[in-house]
């Protein structure tokens, strides 16, 4: 049973325009929530993250945005860069009930278009 | 900045041999987590440790064990490999502040089982 779900594996954008990255969960007790870029054979990299107190978080070129009736959160780049061009995995994790290991999707490939 | 540290980065063994993987996480990091990721899956976590003391158990194998020693690094030893074992493992760190916490991945070691 997965309880996070990515369900676009892939997505292409053009460079400059928005990329839009979407997860949706179901596990009610997760309360903090990351976004992960993966290159290949490298380890996932922390990108962003959002706790479950909040709606939105932004970073840069990067928002994470928490809707937490709806069980779903989306990563935002804007403008969208060639260099963007991995896999991103959302993930989460309920340290609130004292557990921190972190559920993944299965990832979102992302190809930015030059 | 320093970053995860894993080695090898490739093993390869034979069925039923022995396999040990090592983790040195960031400094100053006192939570070692492992993670599994199969050939186009998503990272399973395996296990993890605070402290030195087990915090929290996945999806591990009774065949693998692992343990944080004092100086934090960590050690996942495999035995009785099996062809299924065959995936990169990942290990990530993290300074256990609060509920939430960013967890930092190493760049993995691919583990091939013949």
């Known amino acids: 049973d997965q309880q996070v779900k990515q369900n676009s594996p892939s997505l292409s954008v053009q460079e400059g325009r928005i990329s839009i990255l979407n997860c949706d969960y179901t596990?009610?007790?997760?309360?903090?929530f990351l976004w992960y870029k993966k290159y290949p054979a490298e380890g996932p990299t922390f990108l962003i993250s959002i706790s479950s107190i909040k709606d939105k978080n932004e970073d840069g070129r990067f928002t994470v945005f928490l809707n937490k009736s709806a069980k779903h959160l989306s990563l935002h780049i804007v403008p969208s860069q060639p260099g963007d061009s991995a896999v991103y995995f959302c993930a989460a994790s309920s340290g609130g009930a004292g557990s921190y290991q972190l559920t993944f999707g299965k990832g979102t490939k992302l190809s930015v278009i030059p | 900045a320093a970053g995860v540290i894993q080695s090898p980065r490739h093993l390869i063994k034979e069925k039923r041999e022995t396999a040990t993987l090592k983790c040195y996480p960031i400094?100053?990091?006192?939570?070692v987590y492992w993670y599994q990721q199969g050939p186009g899956q998503d990272p399973q976590f395996l296990i993890s440790?605070?402290?030195?003391?087990?915090?929290d158990k996945g999806s591990i194998p009774d065949r693998f064990s692992a343990q944080q020693f004092s100086d934090y690094h960590s050690e996942l030893n495999m035995s009785s490999l099996e062809l299924g074992d065959s995936a990169l493992y990942f290990c990530a760190s993290s300074r256990l502040a609060g509920a939430y916490n960013e967890q930092f991945f190493g760049p993995g070691t691919r583990l091939t089982v013949l």
């Open positions: 400094p100053r990091h006192d939570t």
């Open positions: 596990n009610s007790m997760f309360d903090y």
């Open positions: 440790f605070y402290e030195k003391m087990q915090s």
